[in-house]
Protein backbone atom coordinates (compact mmCIF):
# COMPACT_ATOMS: atom_id res chain seq x y z
CA UNK A 1 0.00 0.00 0.00
CA UNK A 2 2.53 2.28 0.85
CA UNK A 3 4.63 1.57 -2.52
CA UNK A 4 1.33 2.36 -4.46
CA UNK A 5 0.89 5.90 -2.46
CA UNK A 6 4.75 6.10 -2.94
CA UNK A 7 4.51 5.80 -6.84
CA UNK A 8 1.29 8.08 -6.61
CA UNK A 9 3.36 10.83 -5.16
CA UNK A 10 5.63 10.93 -7.79
CA UNK A 11 3.25 11.04 -10.09
CA UNK A 12 1.92 13.73 -8.79
CA UNK A 13 5.58 15.79 -8.55
CA UNK A 14 6.21 14.95 -11.80
CA UNK A 15 2.65 16.40 -12.67
CA UNK A 16 3.04 19.24 -11.22
CA UNK A 17 6.52 20.10 -12.25
CA UNK A 18 4.67 20.06 -16.10
CA UNK A 19 2.11 22.36 -14.60
CA UNK A 20 4.94 25.42 -14.06
CA UNK A 21 6.55 24.93 -16.93
CA UNK A 22 3.26 25.29 -18.81
CA UNK A 23 2.50 27.91 -16.28
CA UNK A 24 5.62 29.84 -17.18
CA UNK A 25 5.90 28.60 -20.38
CA UNK A 26 5.73 32.46 -22.30
CA UNK A 27 8.39 33.25 -20.02
CA UNK A 28 10.56 30.49 -20.73
CA UNK A 29 10.35 30.94 -24.48
CA UNK A 30 10.45 34.85 -24.33
CA UNK A 31 13.75 34.61 -22.58
CA UNK A 32 15.05 31.80 -24.55
CA UNK A 33 14.39 33.30 -27.99
CA UNK A 34 15.84 36.55 -26.86
CA UNK A 35 18.89 34.90 -25.71
CA UNK A 36 19.17 33.28 -29.14
CA UNK A 37 18.38 36.17 -31.54
CA UNK A 38 21.06 38.30 -28.77
CA UNK A 39 23.77 36.03 -29.53
CA UNK A 40 23.01 35.75 -33.23
CA UNK A 41 23.42 39.33 -33.58
CA UNK A 42 26.39 39.22 -31.25
CA UNK A 43 27.83 36.87 -33.63
CA UNK A 44 27.14 38.65 -37.16
CA UNK A 45 28.52 42.17 -35.85
CA UNK A 46 31.56 40.15 -34.74
CA UNK A 47 32.40 38.72 -38.12
CA UNK A 48 31.32 41.86 -39.86
CA UNK A 49 33.52 44.11 -38.23
CA UNK A 50 37.21 44.42 -38.93
CA UNK A 51 39.31 41.77 -37.05
CA UNK A 52 41.51 44.48 -35.02
CA UNK A 53 38.11 45.96 -33.87
CA UNK A 54 35.97 42.88 -33.22
CA UNK A 55 35.14 41.58 -29.87
CA UNK A 56 34.88 37.89 -31.14
CA UNK A 57 37.60 38.14 -34.41
CA UNK A 58 38.07 35.06 -36.43
CA UNK A 59 41.75 33.29 -35.27
CA UNK A 60 43.83 31.56 -37.89
CA UNK A 61 46.04 29.24 -37.07
CA UNK A 62 49.52 28.09 -38.99
CA UNK A 63 51.21 24.77 -38.12
CA UNK A 64 54.97 23.10 -38.71
CA UNK A 65 55.35 19.91 -38.48
CA UNK A 66 59.16 18.34 -37.38
CA UNK A 67 60.33 14.82 -36.61
CA UNK A 68 62.91 14.85 -33.92
CA UNK A 69 65.23 12.16 -33.94
CA UNK A 70 65.75 10.25 -30.56
CA UNK A 71 69.58 10.57 -29.96
CA UNK A 72 71.46 6.84 -29.18
CA UNK A 73 72.16 5.57 -25.75
CA UNK A 74 76.00 6.34 -26.91
CA UNK A 75 75.28 9.55 -27.31
CA UNK A 76 73.68 10.57 -23.97
CA UNK A 77 76.58 11.74 -22.13
CA UNK A 78 77.31 14.07 -25.06
CA UNK A 79 73.89 15.35 -25.03
CA UNK A 80 73.87 15.77 -21.62
CA UNK A 81 77.37 17.84 -21.59
CA UNK A 82 76.02 20.16 -24.18
CA UNK A 83 73.12 21.16 -22.21
CA UNK A 84 75.73 21.64 -19.28
CA UNK A 85 77.67 23.64 -21.05
CA UNK A 86 74.55 25.83 -22.67
CA UNK A 87 73.17 26.83 -19.14
CA UNK A 88 70.69 23.65 -19.08
CA UNK A 89 71.36 21.27 -17.02
CA UNK A 90 69.21 21.89 -14.64
CA UNK A 91 66.48 20.69 -16.65
CA UNK A 92 68.51 17.45 -18.02
CA UNK A 93 66.91 15.01 -15.87
CA UNK A 94 63.37 16.89 -16.25
CA UNK A 95 63.28 15.57 -19.77
CA UNK A 96 65.01 12.17 -18.70
CA UNK A 97 68.67 12.96 -20.08
CA UNK A 98 70.67 10.08 -18.36
CA UNK A 99 67.38 8.43 -16.98
CA UNK A 100 66.12 4.84 -17.73
CA UNK A 101 63.94 5.79 -20.52
CA UNK A 102 66.91 7.50 -22.16
CA UNK A 103 67.37 11.13 -23.79
CA UNK A 104 65.45 12.70 -25.87
CA UNK A 105 65.79 16.11 -28.36
CA UNK A 106 61.75 15.80 -28.39
CA UNK A 107 61.41 17.04 -25.03
CA UNK A 108 63.70 18.95 -25.36
CA UNK A 109 61.91 20.44 -28.59
CA UNK A 110 58.83 21.12 -25.76
CA UNK A 111 61.16 22.90 -23.69
CA UNK A 112 62.50 24.98 -25.90
CA UNK A 113 58.99 26.30 -26.81
CA UNK A 114 58.75 27.50 -23.15
CA UNK A 115 61.88 29.49 -22.84
CA UNK A 116 62.23 33.36 -22.57
CA UNK A 117 64.82 33.38 -25.40
CA UNK A 118 62.29 32.09 -27.97
CA UNK A 119 59.73 34.40 -26.54
CA UNK A 120 62.46 37.47 -27.07
CA UNK A 121 63.63 35.71 -30.35
CA UNK A 122 59.84 36.13 -31.43
CA UNK A 123 59.32 39.70 -30.13
CA UNK A 124 62.58 41.36 -31.41
CA UNK A 125 62.02 39.80 -34.73
CA UNK A 126 58.18 40.68 -35.31
CA UNK A 127 58.50 44.02 -33.18
CA UNK A 128 55.45 42.86 -30.85
CA UNK A 129 56.15 45.67 -28.13
CA UNK A 130 55.37 48.25 -31.02
CA UNK A 131 52.56 45.68 -33.14
CA UNK A 132 50.43 45.97 -30.02
CA UNK A 133 51.47 49.29 -28.20
CA UNK A 134 52.45 48.03 -25.16
CA UNK A 135 53.49 50.23 -22.71
CA UNK A 136 53.68 48.78 -19.03
CA UNK A 137 56.42 45.94 -18.31
CA UNK A 138 56.66 45.62 -22.59
CA UNK A 139 59.14 42.97 -22.48
CA UNK A 140 56.91 40.83 -20.05
CA UNK A 141 53.76 41.46 -21.35
CA UNK A 142 55.00 40.84 -25.09
CA UNK A 143 56.12 37.23 -23.47
CA UNK A 144 52.65 36.72 -22.34
CA UNK A 145 50.77 37.37 -24.98
CA UNK A 146 53.09 35.13 -27.34
CA UNK A 147 52.75 32.42 -25.09
CA UNK A 148 49.22 32.74 -24.83
CA UNK A 149 49.08 32.07 -29.01
CA UNK A 150 51.91 29.47 -29.40
CA UNK A 151 51.04 26.02 -28.72
CA UNK A 152 53.67 23.48 -29.22
CA UNK A 153 52.35 19.72 -28.89
CA UNK A 154 54.88 16.21 -28.98
CA UNK A 155 52.98 12.97 -30.20
CA UNK A 156 55.10 10.20 -27.68
CA UNK A 157 54.54 7.69 -30.46
CA UNK A 158 55.38 8.60 -33.54
CA UNK A 159 58.18 11.48 -31.95
CA UNK A 160 56.15 14.05 -34.25
CA UNK A 161 56.57 17.41 -33.01
CA UNK A 162 54.36 20.23 -33.44
CA UNK A 163 54.21 23.93 -33.31
CA UNK A 164 51.94 26.78 -34.05
CA UNK A 165 50.53 30.17 -33.54
CA UNK A 166 47.89 31.93 -33.87
CA UNK A 167 46.56 35.02 -34.92
CA UNK A 168 44.14 36.88 -36.71
CA UNK A 169 46.19 37.43 -39.39
CA UNK A 170 46.41 34.56 -41.14
CA UNK A 171 49.90 35.35 -42.40
CA UNK A 172 51.25 37.03 -39.17
CA UNK A 173 50.54 33.51 -38.11
CA UNK A 174 52.33 32.00 -40.56
CA UNK A 175 55.50 34.30 -40.54
CA UNK A 176 56.03 33.78 -36.48
CA UNK A 177 55.83 29.60 -36.92
CA UNK A 178 58.17 29.84 -40.10
CA UNK A 179 60.31 31.68 -37.51
CA UNK A 180 59.96 29.13 -35.05
CA UNK A 181 61.13 26.61 -37.20
CA UNK A 182 64.31 28.45 -38.20
CA UNK A 183 64.98 29.06 -34.57
CA UNK A 184 64.85 25.77 -33.38
CA UNK A 185 67.21 24.40 -36.61
CA UNK A 186 69.55 27.31 -35.05
CA UNK A 187 69.01 26.26 -31.81
CA UNK A 188 69.78 22.40 -32.37
CA UNK A 189 73.28 23.33 -34.58
CA UNK A 190 74.14 25.37 -31.27
CA UNK A 191 73.50 22.99 -29.05
CA UNK A 192 75.70 20.70 -31.23
CA UNK A 193 73.04 18.75 -31.71
CA UNK A 194 73.30 17.39 -35.07
CA UNK A 195 77.38 17.56 -34.90
CA UNK A 196 77.89 16.88 -38.84
CA UNK A 197 75.88 19.39 -40.14
CA UNK A 198 77.80 21.59 -37.66
CA UNK A 199 80.96 20.38 -39.16
CA UNK A 200 79.86 20.68 -42.58
CA UNK A 201 78.85 24.24 -42.00
CA UNK A 202 82.34 25.22 -39.78
CA UNK A 203 84.30 23.53 -42.77
CA UNK A 204 81.89 25.53 -45.47
CA UNK A 205 83.39 28.95 -43.54
CA UNK A 206 86.82 28.02 -42.99
CA UNK A 207 86.89 27.55 -47.08
CA UNK A 208 85.76 30.76 -47.70
CA UNK A 209 87.96 31.79 -45.48
CA UNK A 210 90.78 30.23 -47.11
CA UNK A 211 89.81 31.35 -50.38
CA UNK A 212 89.59 34.65 -49.34
CA UNK A 213 93.30 34.60 -48.16
CA UNK A 214 94.02 33.36 -51.25
CA UNK A 215 93.21 36.12 -53.48
CA UNK A 216 94.35 38.29 -51.02
CA UNK A 217 97.79 36.86 -51.20
CA UNK A 218 97.95 37.02 -54.99
CA UNK A 219 97.16 40.69 -54.98
CA UNK A 220 100.22 41.32 -52.76
CA UNK A 221 101.99 39.19 -54.89
CA UNK A 222 100.54 40.91 -58.10
CA UNK A 223 101.34 44.11 -56.39
CA UNK A 224 105.31 43.16 -55.64
CA UNK A 225 105.64 42.59 -59.38
CA UNK A 226 104.54 46.17 -60.44
CA UNK A 227 106.06 47.46 -58.08
CA UNK A 228 109.55 45.83 -59.03
CA UNK A 229 108.68 46.53 -62.84
CA UNK A 230 108.29 50.29 -62.01
CA UNK A 231 111.32 50.58 -59.88
CA UNK A 232 114.62 49.91 -61.04
CA UNK A 233 116.55 50.94 -58.15
CA UNK A 234 114.50 48.72 -55.52
CA UNK A 235 116.49 46.48 -53.41
CA UNK A 236 116.68 43.10 -55.06
CA UNK A 237 117.10 40.60 -52.59
CA UNK A 238 114.54 41.99 -50.15
CA UNK A 239 111.89 41.76 -53.27
CA UNK A 240 112.92 38.25 -53.72
CA UNK A 241 112.89 37.22 -50.11
CA UNK A 242 109.37 38.59 -49.81
CA UNK A 243 108.21 37.22 -53.55
CA UNK A 244 109.23 33.99 -52.07
CA UNK A 245 107.32 34.32 -48.61
CA UNK A 246 104.39 34.92 -50.63
CA UNK A 247 104.47 32.38 -52.66
CA UNK A 248 105.34 29.94 -49.65
CA UNK A 249 102.28 31.42 -47.67
CA UNK A 250 100.00 30.97 -51.37
CA UNK A 251 101.42 27.15 -51.73
CA UNK A 252 100.50 26.45 -47.97
CA UNK A 253 97.01 28.25 -48.23
CA UNK A 254 96.13 26.12 -51.56
CA UNK A 255 97.14 22.81 -49.79
CA UNK A 256 94.56 23.78 -46.97
CA UNK A 257 92.20 24.51 -49.15
CA UNK A 258 92.44 21.54 -50.67
CA UNK A 259 92.38 19.43 -47.48
CA UNK A 260 89.31 21.16 -46.45
CA UNK A 261 87.73 20.80 -49.91
CA UNK A 262 88.17 17.12 -49.76
CA UNK A 263 86.74 17.26 -46.15
CA UNK A 264 83.79 19.06 -47.27
CA UNK A 265 82.90 16.90 -50.34
CA UNK A 266 83.46 13.90 -47.49
CA UNK A 267 80.99 15.47 -45.05
CA UNK A 268 78.36 16.47 -47.49
CA UNK A 269 77.83 13.31 -48.48
CA UNK A 270 78.17 12.29 -44.82
CA UNK A 271 75.28 14.93 -44.05
CA UNK A 272 72.84 13.42 -47.25
CA UNK A 273 73.47 9.90 -46.37
CA UNK A 274 71.89 10.42 -42.28
CA UNK A 275 68.76 11.81 -41.32
CA UNK A 276 69.34 15.02 -39.64
CA UNK A 277 68.14 15.01 -36.45
CA UNK A 278 65.72 17.94 -37.18
CA UNK A 279 63.85 17.56 -39.92
CA UNK A 280 60.43 19.37 -41.05
CA UNK A 281 57.74 17.00 -42.61
CA UNK A 282 55.30 19.86 -42.54
CA UNK A 283 56.28 23.90 -43.53
CA UNK A 284 53.41 26.00 -42.42
CA UNK A 285 51.05 27.42 -44.83
CA UNK A 286 48.91 30.65 -44.15
CA UNK A 287 45.85 29.02 -43.31
CA UNK A 288 42.62 29.84 -45.51
CA UNK A 289 40.23 29.11 -43.01
CA UNK A 290 40.10 29.95 -39.36
CA UNK A 291 40.43 27.52 -36.05
CA UNK A 292 38.05 29.76 -33.93
CA UNK A 293 35.98 30.97 -33.05
CA UNK A 294 32.66 28.51 -33.44
CA UNK A 295 29.76 30.77 -33.55
CA UNK A 296 27.51 28.07 -34.75
CA UNK A 297 28.61 26.48 -31.35
CA UNK A 298 28.43 29.16 -29.45
CA UNK A 299 25.19 30.04 -30.44
CA UNK A 300 23.79 26.75 -29.45
CA UNK A 301 25.51 26.73 -25.85
CA UNK A 302 24.47 30.18 -25.08
CA UNK A 303 20.73 29.44 -26.56
CA UNK A 304 20.50 25.58 -23.97
CA UNK A 305 21.65 27.82 -21.57
CA UNK A 306 18.98 30.23 -21.46
CA UNK A 307 16.83 27.93 -22.02
CA UNK A 308 17.77 26.30 -18.66
CA UNK A 309 18.27 29.31 -16.57
CA UNK A 310 14.80 30.26 -17.45
CA UNK A 311 13.48 26.81 -16.60
CA UNK A 312 15.33 27.23 -12.89
CA UNK A 313 13.62 30.77 -12.48
CA UNK A 314 10.06 29.42 -13.23
CA UNK A 315 10.24 26.64 -10.43
CA UNK A 316 11.74 29.70 -8.32
CA UNK A 317 9.32 31.91 -8.93
CA UNK A 318 6.48 28.98 -8.29
CA UNK A 319 8.37 28.51 -5.25
CA UNK A 320 8.45 31.87 -4.07
CA UNK A 321 4.61 32.09 -5.30
CA UNK A 322 3.80 28.88 -2.80
CA UNK A 323 5.29 30.08 0.15
CA UNK A 324 3.45 33.59 0.06
CA UNK A 325 0.14 31.60 -0.53
CA UNK A 326 1.23 29.33 2.46
CA UNK A 327 0.88 30.97 6.00
CA UNK A 328 2.67 27.62 7.51
CA UNK A 329 5.51 27.93 5.39
CA UNK A 330 5.64 31.76 5.57
CA UNK A 331 5.70 31.52 9.23
CA UNK A 332 8.43 28.89 9.26
CA UNK A 333 10.54 31.09 7.32
CA UNK A 334 9.89 34.03 9.51
CA UNK A 335 10.62 32.01 12.45
CA UNK A 336 7.02 32.85 14.17
CA UNK A 337 5.97 29.09 13.91
CA UNK A 338 4.62 28.08 17.33
Do not use: W
Not at 11 to 30: N, P, T
Not at 62 to 68: G, P
Not at 172 to 194: I, P, Q, R, W
Request: glycine residues 4%.
Amino acid sequence: MSAQSQEKNDEISLLDLFVVVFKYKKMIILTTVCAAVFILIYSVISLMLPPEKSFLPNVYKSTALMLIKTPSASSAGGLSSKLESSGLGDIASLMGFGGASGPSYSKLAAFLATTNSLLDAITEEFNIIEKYKIEKNPKTNARKIISRNLKAALDEKTGVFAISYEDIDPEFAKNVTSFCVKYYDNKFMELGLDPDKLEKENVEAAIATCLNDIKTIKLKIQQLEERTAYNYSANISEIATESEHLRMELETQKNIYSQLKIKFEILKIKVSSEHPVLQVIEYPEVPESKSKPSRGMLCIIVTFTAFLLSLFMAFVLNAVKNIKNDPEALAKLKGTEK
